[in-house]
């Protein structure tokens, strides 16, 4: 069933997710709004010149208040850093525009997608303004990290990502947790494959953790990617497929954590992240995931001081 | 035969380009530069991290000459018109930008797309300057203003764009002919159409003629619906498809046309823009087209003053 | 909005219309009937079987009853013609099974596709039989024709099949009229086209007319092809294209047809063939078409006799 | 790369594959060949009268020595099981047929994709008639088996196929071995899967085991979903997707087989089967496969007799 899907924030992101969307066909109605609203219109006018090479659907920026209307909101409004400014700054910021749109979103029947980073905190922050139940407050999450992830090892390998099979789980950010135990390539556990250096292993976790960082310094901000990605889960949601995939929720009990939103993997389908999943992990890994519950804990705790 | 596809100009409207080529799967090979290396770079790591959600191809940044070695070379660089100075200014600009890729690819063995503007003139000029023959430089012309025609048809009718037969030709600027003698729907002629109103002609003329300015107005550029109409025509010639489009080459007679680039119907395959269609016209359209012939001549030779 | 869709018989012609529209992902559900129900079933498990290639679509074997839940049923039951029998022996058998299938679609809510042969009569006699408004019982009509004619000119031309607008209307039969007056390749008048045959119109059109038995005479059955323009028909319902296809319906007044069902270029969205068009016609074209509804009145009438 | 495919034998399973390769769009020339040369040439007519629903692609019979100039052969000629014959009288026969074929392919650049059955000893059948190195002669072998574990999997845990990742090695048939072991849904070791039924697996295993019978019983063939497996092999290949794909080729020591073709996953792309990976297995399942590859033995040995 194709949706009306609304977009919040039609910046780099909110205009990605917007486009691949289109193009992915998963949208009868398309809504754009943004706090400057010429931007929307633009962006919403420019899309619809395009309408004979997508399928059908009907683009148009709208108010706020009609995103209740929506089947699924995207979450893509807020701002990035600034260099002169702490992390502490950005969060309080995004948290605030967050938090004034889940209030709007009160009592909404639909999904939210959060993209605004910090993306874990921020779903947290949508889920309790909002009061939705934590399946319908979804953030990307590591579902970026993993594409990068398997992109990486596939170009190491030289075999196709879609052989690849490896998630990145906790935190989207710099506690973020490869779950190399479990990784493997065309049913072969990464570790038996021959060749792999898995000395490097923290390398290749760290080239994936920086990648945002290395296009924003390139570029000036991200947007492809993403773009794709929040269009694979918004395909998930409107076609009911029920795939299994690393995004951030509220957890409640999950490996052990509650309260906190980030990411494991969770079956996806027409009513959200409806189950999450408990992968299999190693000591290690299992340190890490608790050590960045721990990191996001904190950082919300930040936001009512 | 999926190609090896260059890109020069990784701005709003040669990254959209790119973009859209890559989900249509036209491409192999992906090549990427501009001048301001680290956006064509950040621009290609970035798509990259996308690659499990598109059909296989290596996207990458590369130095110019590189281009010479590509299946299609897309012509994206150069800059939009400031408020504060003559159409003139920009002509030489970017009339120097395109002169200087032309000579670049002197020799060059495939097809060039050039979408910067004024698109006819630099058609003529990077035609030149390569020393290519005229039906392998194709400007996207009024491709895009077709387009934007047939979609405002049909919001108008309440029919689907694709039943929608109705061509621009000329300039793509202000100079633009739309033939409305021949336009049709569904095979009914438009002006038979039940209560076509005739006499709105020229005010929709005018709406797709403004449609980039309205777009550039509220969002500073415009990218999307260019990028899939490039798109289009890379398609038509990837797979040889042999489809008839609206674009701009340098002319050889038809419709009395002779070596102005300007856009008239014209079969796209493999070789380029390789045979001109002379469409129906009525003595107003014609007279249209030949006084935005002469505009682009009086352009044109400007550039030689 | 993907649909429920029904196929009545999984003889040659419903099973690749239920595989074309699968791939094409028109459908959340895929119900089979045949009254060889164990056809039904081997072709529905066989189609899961493949279920990781195509667009999530349950596909199951179902009683006749429920295809009353469908959003489309898709009439293909009946039988070909034997080389023994009169045409008249081929229309009472598979009017018989249209009129059953009509009765027990009363009160049906969706749109019924008619394709078993001879598909104008069937379509008029579903149409009664079900006491639905015409607009809901749409018969692929000429719009296989149409197609073949389309990729024969397309040969002839050497131009792409999408740049080809002709059309054919009346029976999808012998008495069916090629719109040649009307026929149009990128905006050029076919008969303008430089070197085009108009005096081999009616050799193009026999071929177009014959090719239903070139193929039959080879390989027993045609099936690809109208599976293909079955579900462009479908696309068009599913999506609310509004696309105009020349389809076949009960005619209420268009080009002086009423009480027939022909094809005529219609209109085609979510709510049926809501709007029927009138193409130009020369006036041959208008007296075959006027003897193509004759053909097709005295066909229905025998079967009251 | 777009791709001259040819098929030979345009049966049930020749025919899918060619429909599903052109709606895929991985040909740019589908050529047809059976010994019913009236077949052959009805389905590229039937095929060609869709032309303007599928991505260019020119469809034809050819004769058979024309497929030596194709890029990828798919031999799907040969017969199916007759209920008063044995097996042995079935291999001799479409092993004859598979030997004709090979000779008439030695020294083909390209690669071969075996379908006929029984398919692991005619893949090897084909490969020493041909005289062509193994990673060229692929026999589709347990890709069929492994799509529909993967779907069976899906409907028991109600989670999306694409989630499902595990695979069925050795035979295509009886002997066939599921590698329980390793199989795991989004991440997750399926034998940890909340309330997976660990003894149920061997009921699984013989439903998919069984899965040809249950179709071939009901409709007398089996073709969308084996159409839809080579299709994706195709594509694999065409696209030099570097997969890694249970597919069945001459072994030359992984897991130490020799000289026995049967499936294994291998690394898959423009050269064919190049690299053939050794998945973990128990040594439950390391017995069952090398039972595997003694059933096939002696079924090769039997023809020399
Ligand atoms: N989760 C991820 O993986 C991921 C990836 C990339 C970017 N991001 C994040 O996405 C966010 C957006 O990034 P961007 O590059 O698009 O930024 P941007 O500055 O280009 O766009 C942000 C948009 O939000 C709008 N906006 C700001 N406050 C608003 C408000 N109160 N109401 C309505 N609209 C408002 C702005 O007008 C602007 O158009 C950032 O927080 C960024 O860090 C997340
Ligand atoms: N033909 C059409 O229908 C159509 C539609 C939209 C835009 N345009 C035109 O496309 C052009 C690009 O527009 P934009 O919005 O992308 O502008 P932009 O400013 O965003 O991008 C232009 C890019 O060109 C690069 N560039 C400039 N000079 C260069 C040189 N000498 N070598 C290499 N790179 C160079 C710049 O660094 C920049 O990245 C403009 O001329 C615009 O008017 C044409
Ligand atoms: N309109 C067109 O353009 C077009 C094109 C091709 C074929 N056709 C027509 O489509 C029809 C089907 O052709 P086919 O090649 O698939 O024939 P087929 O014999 O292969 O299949 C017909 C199926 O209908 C089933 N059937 C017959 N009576 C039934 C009943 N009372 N209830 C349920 N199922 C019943 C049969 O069991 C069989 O499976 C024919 O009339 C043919 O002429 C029309
Ligand atoms: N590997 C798999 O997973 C798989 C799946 C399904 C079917 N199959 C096998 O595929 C084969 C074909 O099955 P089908 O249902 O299409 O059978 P079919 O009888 O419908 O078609 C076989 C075709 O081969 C042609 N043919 C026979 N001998 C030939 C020769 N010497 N030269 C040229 N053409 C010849 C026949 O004329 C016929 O058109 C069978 O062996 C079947 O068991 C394999």
């Not at 027409?270 to 189950?275: C, E, I, P, S, T």
Request: glycine share 12%; hydrophobic share 50%; aromatic share 4%.
């Amino acid at each position: 069933m194709k949706a009306r899907i609304g977009i919040i924030g039609t910046g780099w992101v909110g205009t990605s997710v917007a486009f691949s969307t289109l193009l992915a066909g998963h949208a009868r109605e398309l809504w754009l709004y943004d706090q400057r609203t010429a931007v929307a219109e633009g962006e919403a006018l420019d899309m619809t010149d395009g309408a004979a090479f997508y399928p059908r659907c009907a683009v148009s920026a709208v108010p706020l208040a009609q995103m209740r209307e929506a089947d699924i909101v995207v979450l893509a409004a807020g701002r990035n850093g600034r260099p002169d400014e702490s992390r502490l700054d950005l969060l309080r910021d995004n948290a605030r525009i967050a938090a004034g749109m889940g209030r709007a979103l009160a009592g909404f029947g639909g999904i939210v997608i959060v993209v605004t980073n910090p993306v874990d905190v921020l779903t947290r922050v949508v889920a309790a303004a909002a009061g939705l139940p934590p399946e319908r407050v979804i953030g990307t999450g590591t579902l970026l990290d993993t594409a990068r992830l398997r992109e990486r090892l596939a170009l190491h390998l030289n075999v196709s990502p879609n052989s690849v099979h490896a998630q990145v789980v906790g935190e989207h950010g710099d506690s973020s947790v490869v779950l190399w135990s479990g990784a493997s390539v065309g049913g072969v556990a990464l570790r038996d494959w021959p060749g792999w250096p898995a000395d490097e292993e923290p390398t290749v976790a760290g080239h994936v953790r920086r990648a945002a960082y290395d296009v924003i310094q390139r570029k000036g901000a991200t947007n492809h990617a993403i773009g794709l990605v929040a269009t694979e889960l918004i395909g998930a949601i409107v076609n009911d497929e029920r795939r299994i995939l690393p995004v951030s929720r509220v957890q409640d009990g999950a490996c052990g954590i509650r309260g906190v939103a980030l990411s494991l993997p969770a079956l996806v389908g027409a009513g959200g992240a409806v189950q999450v999943l408990e992968p299999a992990m190693d000591a290690a890994e299992r340190a890490a995931l608790a050590a960045s519950a721990a990191v996001l804990e904190r950082a919300f705790a930040t936001l009512a001081g």
